[in-house]
């Protein structure tokens, strides 16, 4: 885009946006066309002060502005991955019905939990990408939504970073009630409730799931190792044979589906541990799920060695 074409504020919040993101090791950002091409884009650059906000405070990070499912850049479709997927309608059917047996079942029952509401999860019933956290927090046991606390609102920037819209991915936890004192998950709470999500991510058929934290990382991956071991590195899902064969959510999948892991730290940690460093891998890792998906291809110019847009 020329200088030439945008007002002072918005060169302002561009420049601000490119500095925030060279700390985070953000060396592209995706787009879609050009404002010169596209009225429609650059009426949505056009400042506005709830998206533009003021310089970011220590402990935040600033990234593009979320866009709203409609007008966000499709992800790439591939015949081959899309072809496994549910119709929308049934997955959310499905869905639906699985929150029913879970409210039926109610796994939480054999620990204690200190929640009011069951917190199953939300998003794109079909969304090539996944993100599963460990537990519902106080603002999602007051709202019935994951991730909408402090945490959620950097997830949310996360996944605005990665060129996507919050509407266009599913999110869900491993525990589905909010344990006492925000208390870490055990290991056999998580066991007890890893059944739902399995039939979660069936339902789903994600394409990638990025697991945020070890409860989440270690519950998907069977596996005992630190968060710093696991993380960086690409793993496989591969849901329990008899749940592949029986739950409705598994029928048409065959024995040996799978689905990509990629473990990243949750993003409760990256704020009680905001160094350059720790947002420098989270966003490594993103990168290689963007990679994955396709979404890394295109480039604005907005990169951490071009500082072509500072004025
Ligand atoms: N932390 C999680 O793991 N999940 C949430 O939904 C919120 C915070």
């Known amino acids: 885009m020329s200088r030439s074409t945008l007002s002072e504020p918005l060169r302002r919040a561009v420049r601000q946006n490119a500095r925030t993101l060279q700390l ?95 917190v199953f999860g939300e998003g794109d019933p079909c969304a090539r990408l996944m993100f599963i956290g460990e537990a519902p927090g106080a603002e999602e046991d007051r709202t019935g939504r994951p991730f909408v606390g402090r945490a959620g609102q950097l997830l949310d920037k996360m996944i605005n970073a990665m060129g996507l819209a919050r ?76 749940l592949l064969a029986a739950a409705p959510g598994g029928q048409g999948l065959g024995t040996g589906w799978t689905v990509p892991i990629m473990p990243t730290y949750h993003p409760a940690f990256l704020l009680r541990s905001y160094t350059t460093e720790n947002r420098q891998k989270v966003w490594a890792d993103l990168r290689l799920a963007m990679e994955r998906l396709g979404l890394a291809t295109a480039s604005t110019g907005l990169t951490a060695n071009s500082p072509g847009e500072e004025g």
């Open 24 to 118: 985070l090791g953000v060396d592209f950002v995706p787009m879609r066309a050009s404002p010169a091409e596209s009225p429609a884009a650059a009426a949505e650059l056009e400042p506005k002060p709830a998206l533009f906000s003021p310089a970011p405070e220590a402990g935040t990070i600033e990234v593009r502005p979320p866009r709203p499912a409609s007008a966000a850049a499709p992800a790439p479709s591939s015949p081959a991955a899309a072809a496994g997927k549910l119709a929308p309608q049934h997955a959310a059917e499905l869905l639906e019905e699985l929150r029913q047996r879970y409210e039926r079942e109610a796994p939480h029952s054999r620990f204690v939990t200190d929640h009011h509401s069951i």
């Open 167 to 242: 509407e266009q991915v599913y999110i869900a936890n491993v525990l589905k009630t909010r344990p006492p004192n925000n208390a870490t998950p055990t290991s056999d709470e998580c066991a007890a409730c890893a059944p739902f999500l399995y039939e979660q991510i069936m339902i789903i058929r994600p394409e990638v799931i990025v697991t945020l934290g070890l409860p989440a990382s270690r519950t998907l991956l069977n596996s005992m190792e630190s968060m710093g071991a696991l993380r960086g590195r690409w793993w496989t899902f591969r849901p329990p044979a008899p």
